[in-house]
Each structure stands twice: as C-alpha cells, then as structure tokens.
C-alpha cells in the first residue's frame, strides 16, 4: 500500500469523523476528530489483544509507512502556520509585543527547566531512571503551546480581543522558539551530553534570529510581486510557493522554518492583502487558505488519534504521564506567572490573566513529533508515550473547558470588536486602509 492509499484512508476517515462530530457530538471540530480517532484505536487495541478483530497489527504497518515528524513538521506544519498567521492583526500584535515575545522566550526557557526538573524527579521515584539531558529536552518539547490546537480552539472560544492576541501571538512563536531549544539539547546530547552555553546561545540565536529575518524578507518579496498583478489564482499560488518554497529554504539554510513561515505569514496578511489585492482576491485567498487549514487540520487530528496504535504501551510510563500532568501545569503557571508578574510593572492585566494562559496553553501534535525525534533507546520509550498522555490531556480536557474557564474570569468582548483571529473575509477593514492599485 502506497502513500497516497494512506492519505486517502486518512481523509475518509476525517471526512467520516467530521460528519458524525458535525451531525451528533458538535465539539469543536478538532477536539471532536482527536477524540473519534483515539477511542477508534484503544477499540482496535482491546478487539486485537482479546483476539477477536486482529486488525491491529495491519493497522500498525499502514501508520508506519507515514513518518509522523516528517509529515508534521517537513510537511503540515508550514501550512497550518501560515494559515493561522494570516488572519492575526499585525498591529494587535505589536501592542502585545512584550507579553507576547516574552512568554516565547523566558517563559518557554523558565518552563523548560522547570518541567525538566519535575519529570526527573518524578521518572526516578517511580523508578524509571532517565538522565537529566533527556529530561530537559522533554521539558523543550512539551513546554511551547501548540498553535494549530491552539487557535483552532480560541477562534470558538469568544475571548476578549487582547487576550486572544497574546494567546494565538504565543502559540504561533513559542514552537518556533521550543524547537531552536529542543534542537539545541539534542546537538548537545550527540555532543556527549558536554553542553557548551556559547555554543547553544549562538545556535539559538541563528536558528531564531535567521528564521526571523528570513521571513521577513520573502513575506516583503512576496508582498511586492502581490502589488504587481491583479490575477487571484497568480496571487494563491505565490502564496503557496511562499510556504512551501519558504519552508524548505530555512531547513537548507539552517534556520528556524516556522518562525520563518509566521512572519511571512504575518507580512502577506497584513500589507498584502490590504495593499497588495482586491476585494476579490481576498475573497478567493482567505476561503483558499481556510480550506487548507480545516483539511490539514482534520486530517492531523484524526492521525494523532491513530498514532496510539504504534506508541510503546508500557504502564509505567502511562502512569508516569498522568502523574505529570499537574507538573506541567504547574511549570506553565509559573513561568508564565513570572513574565506577567514583571510586565505588571509597567501594563495592567486582566482578572484571571495567568490562570487563563495556563489553561489554554494547549500542547498538540508538535510535541508528540518531536517525541518521536529523540534517539532510539529506553528514555525515548518512556518519554514516547509521557509526551502522548499529556497531550490527549491537554486537548481533550483543558481545550474542552478553555471557553467555561474565560467566561468566569473575563467579561464577553461587545459585539463591535474585531476578532483578530477571526473568520477570513470579517477581517479586511481591520487597518483601515483601502487596497492600492495593481
């Protein structure tokens, strides 16, 4: 069976889990898909080990032929990023700079360290010995919140426009970051476990510095080709070739690809396609990019459930992970209490602020792929499915009550405020400025 039998069992089954979430269960869409996908498989896991549908092994063999890191992260991840970069204010954002690039940086080093701490402690108690570099690049891979669970959560669950900013402003900058930490840890574990500080803060700083001025530069080359033709299908596919293109001259370049395609991103949503489109151009460009989204979306929702099937079933590292939920939890609020309690100083917050960034602070596919990117041995048995029990948690649990946790700390936004992650085509008078000529 070949890769595109795989994706066509893939997007049938999405489109079956899709209807039935649509017609009956009416979650939101990626929660509902995760969850059919997840009791599908533990049901093809009791049937096959009670040895009266062995479908198990078959389907074991159809997941492995799909590497789920490349698929994700050389391949969705570009993709879903520019999508959800492409209807977030720019200006919103800026307003939001320091709370925002702060929780992205100190906030998922803090984290890191903390979560590293708690999983080494708790691993040896329950007498899982995993050395300490393993733990720390656990911490780097759990740490950032997930921007495609993320905002495809927050654009249902009616937070204030500022919140929503620095919620959907995090997500779409902290993988990056996560992953520049998480790859710097990994070089420092083939190093022989010597971590040289210069050596990992001139690689942080390439990776991210790079990925960032890379971004810019082809999303301010693509605004300029945009300006110049009035053809909507052109206009699509320059931005398509933006992300693909875009994506894999970062990886050739060594610098961070999703921070490279989130600044793009950012950059084509805002100057072009105020000033660089017509009103019909955005029309077809957003509906475009929103389709892109929910499909990729379904499909890698319905995959994470699959991807049970091929996770190392040990009942201690099960345990392990659920005994680690609150400590991740509790390393979230702290790092995140620590950046708004220092920007407090200078800005007021709203009631309930960090309880709430805690709670949506949402981890998804990302994190499980990078689990999976460890090297081959016993820390990446444990850690395997650690990382998967945290992340059904998260998504399941904490997405499932993100929208009743916000209604009891912050007031509803009115109905005159702009959604900065809005659905495409309510956003296009966000700046204010009419479209310039082509």
Not at 260 to 266: D, E, P, S, Y
Not at 408 to 430: A, H, L, N, Y
Request: aromatic residues 8%; hydrophobic residues 55%.
């Amino acid at each position: 069976m070949g890769l595109y039998d795989i994706l066509v069992i893939l997007v049938t089954l999405a489109a079956i889990f899709a209807y039935v979430n649509a017609r009956y269960l009416r979650l939101p869409r990626t929660i509902g898909l995760m969850a059919m996908s997840l009791a599908v498989s533990l049901v093809l896991l009791t049937l096959g080990r009670a040895g009266i549908l062995p479908l198990e092994a078959q389907v074991q063999h159809l997941l492995g032929r799909l590497d789920f890191y490349d698929t994700l992260m050389h391949g969705m991840l570009g993709f879903l990023l520019f999508a959800g970069a492409l209807h977030v204010n720019f200006d919103d954002l800026l307003s939001r700079g320091w709370i925002i690039s702060g929780l992205a940086t100190a906030g998922v080093l803090a984290s890191t360290l903390l979560v590293g701490g708690f999983a080494w402690a708790i691993l040896r108690f329950l007498g899982l010995e995993v050395d300490f570099l393993y733990c720390l690049l656990f911490g780097a891979l759990i740490s950032p919140t997930d921007p495609i669970a993320v905002l495809g959560i927050m654009k249902q669950a009616g937070a204030p426009k500022e919140l929503e900013t620095t919620i959907a402003g995090e997500s779409l900058f902290n993988d990056g970051m996560g992953v520049v930490i998480f790859l710097a840890l990994l070089a420092t574990l083939a190093n022989g476990g010597q971590m040289h500080w210069q050596e990992v803060g001139v690689l942080f700083g390439l990776e991210a510095g790079g990925g960032i001025l890379l971004g810019a530069g082809l999303g301010l080359l693509c605004y300029q080709l945009l300006k110049r033709v009035d053809n909507y299908q052109v206009e699509i596919l320059l931005t398509l070739s933006l992300v693909m293109g875009g994506y894999r001259l970062a990886e050739l370049l060594h610098v961070s690809a999703p921070l490279a395609i989130v600044v793009a991103g950012l950059l084509v949503g805002n100057h072009g396609r105020h000033l660089g489109m017509s009103p019909m151009t955005r029309r077809h460009l957003d509906t475009f990019w929103e389709l892109v989204d929910e499909i990729l979306n379904a499909v890698l929702f319905v995959l994470i459930g699959l991807e049970i099937l091929l996770l190392p079933h040990d009942l201690w590292a099960l345990g392990a992970g659920f005994l680690l939920i609150p400590f991740v939890l509790l390393a979230r609020f702290l790092s995140v209490g620590g950046v708004v309690r220092i920007l407090a100083r200078f800005r007021s917050f709203g009631r309930g602020t960090v309880v709430i960034l805690t709670w949506a602070g949402l981890r998804g596919g990302i994190s499980v792929a990078l689990a999976l990117a460890l090297p081959a041995g016993p820390e990446r048995d444990i850690l395997i499915p650690v990382t998967y029990v945290i992340m059904a948690f998260s998504i399941l649990v904490q997405g499932l009550t993100v929208t009743p946790l916000l209604s009891r700390f912050q007031p509803q936004p009115s109905g005159e405020e702009v959604s900065t992650t809005g659905p495409p085509g309510t956003s296009d008078d966000r700046s204010g400025k009419a479209p310039g000529p082509h």
